[in-house]
């Protein structure tokens, strides 16, 4: 986009121009706290008319507010600190928003730019500390440099991966006249890597799979493909997952939907998994909470892969088919093109199949003799709120509930930490996305453990009027600490023991010292009453206190290290599924790949560090009607060394060098002749398990 410049530029200060480029940049709201070196913009913020800043209690909570603000809409979340500590104390905010894909733009101050590299008061290296948990970072050394760092910043945080980005600027670029002729910035590029003939053979994979899996992430949340999968999925009819980051971008109650994949996942789930002939992976990264033992997950799944980064396809499965783009546009071209071409499919077989485990192995928690039930408490207060209420969690047991007994129904209503695994990032970024959209309701969820980390906010949102909802899961322990301390340490409870069940601190009469509504609730009986108070209180903060047992641990779960076939539903009790199909169509699979590999031929190739080339080189290989069996890949000194373990031979080898050779970026190109391999027999054992 191209936003108008005056006629004549304007000299202001560099204070000035940071805060009319983010007003032009879109930016609405600001989460911060000020110091010395950012407190001329400060002293700016004072004659803004459309920029409300929220001042936290805590720099750390600024970040995750502003990740709150950002998941929840889409739109770049902004927080504004000082150098030194004002900046380290980002560090894990920008590291969770980094893990998590979430548009940050976070603007620290520095020292004057004549004093860097004298160890200044709060001089910190600033992009050396944050440069790998950051898209990209400024240096702003010099005040003409902040419209144009400001409009990059933005343009690099929507870009295809999201992620956060850190302008740094020095104090005397702030406090320096500049001329402001006006913000000239661009839209965000989407990398697209695919074309119809990619599209058309992924759709050749699914009208021969019987048994498919739609595994959909948190790239479809943030691609904003929920119309599209949706569409996709009636269409074709085939069965639906939905990780920890992606649920609610699919429907939890449509007949489709199979649940939440990993570690405590649904049976369902990981059996559609663990026993699919094709995965169309949407906007995931195969992470290891979800694929559990990697060599025997999905052991006899082909791979489609969609992502909009080309660096996570085939970065931990190989991809099959590789498609990089926007998981909604691609979505939505394979809809188009399957329906143009009148394909039929039918998985009605396999979907009951999944929806008899579904029936069978839903989650037995129990209603304990006298108290609370965690997971009771989250079931009947997700039936209790509002439709479009939005939840945001903690990392914990908490967490792993929620996202068993809520029902999301619509994309970014879960707003939680997944990859970092970030205790205390529930209630300030409720706080952000409470700021982002004042109409909707919204619960955090958090744990005893992760609320003391972070309630210093509730002051925040009591003096800027911030209605938030808390529900402290209060077991007086750490949690999941105790679980695993219970399942694997002898249950020897070593420093996971909080008292705060009738000991201290009192969250009643903490919420209330913040001038919050405190509540609690010990009984079945309780909760109705107690979460419809909560409920009908829309001015303030509330806090309600469930006290619920520390035994209760959450299940389902697969053991650390183990495959997901291994998958418990409670203590020593697993679900009796039949894995001999997958197991036969392994073996034969690896046994024919032994007869094409008599004489298995491998490519070498030298190439440009390009994030793109090997999407490219994979999608070539499909081309010449070959397949990759594995695939490694070196990067050093700005060239990448791959080399392709081919599953035939022949004169195709010899095409699909001339084809590798023609492609930008590759230096080097030859054929490798190899002797048969002992590789395929441990690839029997590691699928089979």
């Not at 989460?31 to 001042?55: C, E, M, N, Q, W």
């Not at 733009?105 to 730019?113: C, K, L, M, N, Y």
């Not at 980064?309 to 979505?331: F, I, M, W, Y």
């Not at 109705?528 to 303030?540: G, K, P, Q, S």
Request: glycine share 8%; aromatic share 6%.
């Amino acid at each position: 986009m191209v936003v108008p410049s005056p006629r004549y530029a304007e000299r202001i200060t560099g204070a000035q121009a940071l805060l009319r480029s983010l007003e032009l940049a879109g930016t609405e709201v600001i989460f911060g706290l000020p110091g010395g070196a950012i407190l001329p913009a400060y002293d700016a913020l004072v004659d803004s008319k459309t920029l409300r800043h929220v001042l936290v209690r805590h720099e750390q909570c600024a970040g995750h507010a502003a990740r709150g603000y950002a998941q929840a809409t889409g739109r770049v979340g902004v927080c504004l600190v000082t150098s030194g500590p004002g900046a380290t104390n980002l560090v894990t905010p920008l590291a969770d928003a980094y893990r998590d894909s979430i548009p940050i733009v976070a603007i620290t101050g520095q020292v004057p730019s004549t004093a860097i590299g004298t160890d200044a008061f709060q001089e910190i290296d600033v992009l050396g500390i944050t440069l790998p948990i950051t898209k990209h970072g400024f240096a702003v050394t010099d005040a003409e440099q902040i419209p144009a760092a400001i409009a990059d910043a933005f343009r690099i945080a929507r870009a295809g991966r999201p992620g956060p980005v850190v302008v740094d600027v020095c104090k005397d670029a702030l406090l320096a006249a500049t001329p402001f002729p006006g913000l000239l910035g661009s839209a965000p590029q989407t990398p697209t890597i695919y074309d119809e003939e990619l599209l058309r053979s992924a759709l050749k994979l699914l009208s021969s799979a019987s048994r498919p899996v739609l595994y959909v992430g948190g790239g479809a949340v943030l691609g904003d493909a929920a119309p599209e999968l949706l569409r996709f999925a009636e269409h074709t009819g085939i069965p639906v997952v939905t990780t920890l980051m992606g649920l609610g971008v699919f429907p939890d109650s449509h007949p489709l939907h199979m649940g939440m994949p990993g570690m405590h996942g649904s049976v369902a789930a990981v059996g559609a998994l663990q026993q699919a002939d094709l995965l169309i992976a949407v906007g995931v990264r195969f992470d290891d909470r979800v694929t559990g033992q990697l060599s025997t997950f999905a052991p006899g799944a082909q791979v489609i892969h969609i992502d909009i980064d080309a660096t996570e396809v085939s970065r931990v499965r190989h991809a099959d088919v590789p498609l990089v783009g926007n998981c909604k546009q691609v979505l939505g071209e394979l809809h188009r093109l399957s329906a143009a071409e009148d394909l039929r499919y039918d998985f009605t077989a396999w979907t009951r199949i999944l929806q008899g485990y579904q029936k069978t192995y839903r989650p037995a928690y129990e209603q304990p003799a006298e108290g609370l039930s965690a997971p009771r408490v989250l079931r009947r207060l997700s039936e209790l709120a509002a439709p479009e209420a939005i939840y945001v969690t903690g990392v914990g047991q908490h967490q792993m509930w929620a996202a068993q007994c809520i029902g999301f129904e619509r994309p970014r209503s879960l707003i939680t930490s997944g990859g970092l695994g970030t205790m205390g990032v529930a209630v300030p970024a409720a706080m952000g996305a409470k700021m982002a959209l004042p109409e909707r309701e919204v619960w955090a969820i958090d744990g005893d453990g992760c609320f003391q980390m972070t309630h210093q906010e509730l002051a925040t949102c009591v003096a800027e009027r911030i209605p938030i909802k808390i529900a402290v899961i209060n077991n007086g322990s750490y949690g999941m600490v105790r679980q695993w301390q219970n399942l694997f340490y002898d249950q020897r409870y070593s420093q996971s023991e909080l008292n705060t069940v009738g000991s201290a601190p009192d969250f009643v009469r903490l919420a209330e010292a913040y001038g919050c509504v405190g509540l609690r609730c010990t009984t079945i009986d309780e909760l109705d009453d107690v979460v419809r108070r909560a409920l009908e209180i829309t001015d303030t903060p509330v806090v309600i206190d469930f006290q619920v047992p520390a035994s209760e641990m959450v299940w389902p779960m697969i053991e650390p290290g183990v495959s997901n076939d291994d998958i418990a539903i409670a203590r020593g009790m697993s679900p009796c599924w039949d894995t001999s199909i997958v197991r036969e169509e392994v073996i034969a699979r690896n046994a024919s790949n032994k007869l094409a590999c008599a004489s298995p031929r491998a490519v070498f190739l030298v190439t440009r560090d390009t994030p793109y080339v090997v999407p490219r080189v994979t999608a070539t290989v499909r081309r010449c009607g070959l397949t990759i069996d594995r695939m490694s890949l070196e990067s050093r000194s700005g060239r990448q060394y791959l080399e392709l373990f081919l599953k035939s031979s022949g004169d195709r080898v010899e095409s699909l060098m001339d084809s590798l050779r023609n492609l930008a970026d590759v230096l080097e190109c030859k054929a490798i002749e190899q002797e048969e391999s002992h590789e395929y027999e441990r690839l029997d054992h590691d699928a089979i398990g």
